[in-house]
């Protein structure tokens, strides 16, 4: 079992920057086998997928409306995923979540095998 502890979030006005960590401790499997996803949560509002990468980081996936402004990486001897945040909005505000994927990755949350407890950012304007 993997467990993932997310790091980063606060407070940034729009426009900003902020780099979110995910720390996965080993279990029953290595961090190297999970494909890793970073989704988010807007308050009153449902899940949603904000980004993904391979197991071994050759490939990444990014939504729609973050394309261009997020970056997803990891460093697997550290067993960490980053998701580099930059030119903020107030619509990025959400608790956003880290998870593992035992294969490829997908865009699907339900699909993700393992969750982190979620770290608040909040954009103000």
């Known amino acids: 079992q993997v467990q993932l502890v997310e790091s980063g979030g606060g407070l940034v006005q729009a426009g900003g920057s902020l780099k979110l960590s995910c720390a996965a401790s080993r279990r029953t499997f290595t961090f190297s086998k999970c494909a890793m996803g970073w989704f988010r949560q807007p308050p009153g509002k449902e899940r949603e997928f904000v980004a993904s990468i391979s197991r071994s980081g050759g490939s990444t996936y990014y939504a729609d409306s973050v394309k261009g402004r997020f970056t997803i990486s990891r460093e697997n001897a550290q067993n960490t995923v980053y998701l580099q945040m930059d030119s903020l909005i107030p619509g990025d505000t959400a608790v956003y979540y880290c998870?593992?994927?035992?294969?490829?990755?997908?865009?699907?949350?339900?699909?993700?095998?393992?969750w982190g407890q979620g770290t608040q950012v909040t954009v103000s304007s």
């Open positions: 998870a593992c994927k035992i294969g490829g990755p997908t865009t699907i949350s339900y699909e993700y095998n393992y």
